[in-house]
Nanobody, 125 residues
């Protein structure tokens, strides 16, 4: 069992920066795939940034160059540093974890076995 707790969300202005954290506990290993996903009302959860078993990162086109995902294995924490935030970044952000994975599995939220409760990010113009 893996427990995930997100924090760091809030209400900011367009152009601001924010860093989300996801603290993992339980049976989790450095080789787990982990990622940040987001969801708005009425829409399906979408991937934002993921890190695979080999620590390779991938970013959705909409956030590339503005968001940075990082994982600190020493304290089992996943981060998402978001800069130059836009109103369209407004969403509930979720952290997901999955035993070692690769390929398309990384980008499909339904393939992830563990989720946090989410943290809300609201960006106003």
């Amino acid at each position: 069992q893996v427990q995930l707790v997100e924090s760091g969300g809030g209400s900011v202005q367009a152009g601001d920066s924010l860093t989300l954290s996801c603290a993992a506990s339980g049976t989790i290993y450095s080789t787990f795939c982990m990622g940040w996903f987001r969801q708005t009302l009425g829409k399906e959860r979408e991937w934002v940034a993921v890190v695979d078993s080999g620590s390779k990162t991938n970013y959705a086109d909409s956030v590339k160059g503005r968001f940075t995902i990082s994982k600190v294995n020493a304290n089992n924490t996943l981060y998402l540093h978001m800069s130059d935030l836009k109103p369209e970044d407004t969403a509930m952000y979720y952290c997901g974890a999955q035993p070692p994975c690769e390929g398309w599995v990384l980008f499909r939220w339904r393939q992830y076995s563990s989720w946090g409760q989410g943290t809300q990010v609201t960006v106003s113009s």
